[in-house]
Nanobody
Framework: QVQLVESGGGLVQAGGSLRLSCAAS????????VGWYRQAPGKQRELVAGIRTSGNRNYADSVRGRFTISRDNAKNSIYLQMDSLKPEDTAVYYCHLEGFDSWGQGTQVTVSS
């Protein structure tokens, strides 16, 4: 099992920025592919960004060019820098480690127009 604790969400105006953090309590963190997901009210959870152990990154089309995912293996942490935020980015954001069923409590991001 893995414990995930997300933080950094909040209320921001459109065009603003937020930086999300996720701390993972798991062994061999550096050997895990990780990602950020989000779930808006009434919608399914969707992948926002992923970063593999190789450092390769992938992004949803809706956030490419605005969001940047990164990781710090020494701190067992994942980050999501979100710039040029839009109201449609409003959702609960979750981090996730590939191969585990565990999810954290998420962090709420609300973007006002």
């Amino acid at each position: 099992q893995v414990q995930l604790v997300e933080s950094g969400g909040g209320l921001v105006q459109a065009g603003g920025s937020l930086r999300l953090s996720c701390a993972a309590s798991v062994s061999f963190f550096s050997m895990k592919n990780v990602g950020w997901y989000r779930q808006a009210p009434g919608k399914q959870r969707e992948l926002v960004a992923g970063i593999r152990t190789s450092g390769n990154r992938n992004y949803a089309d809706s956030v490419r060019g605005r969001f940047t995912i990164s990781r710090d293996n020494a701190k067992n942490s994942i980050y999501l820098q979100m710039d040029s935020l839009k109201p449609e980015d409003t959702a609960v954001y979750y981090c996730h480690l590939e191969g585990f069923d565990s999810w954290g409590q998420g962090t709420q991001v609300t973007v006002s127009s």
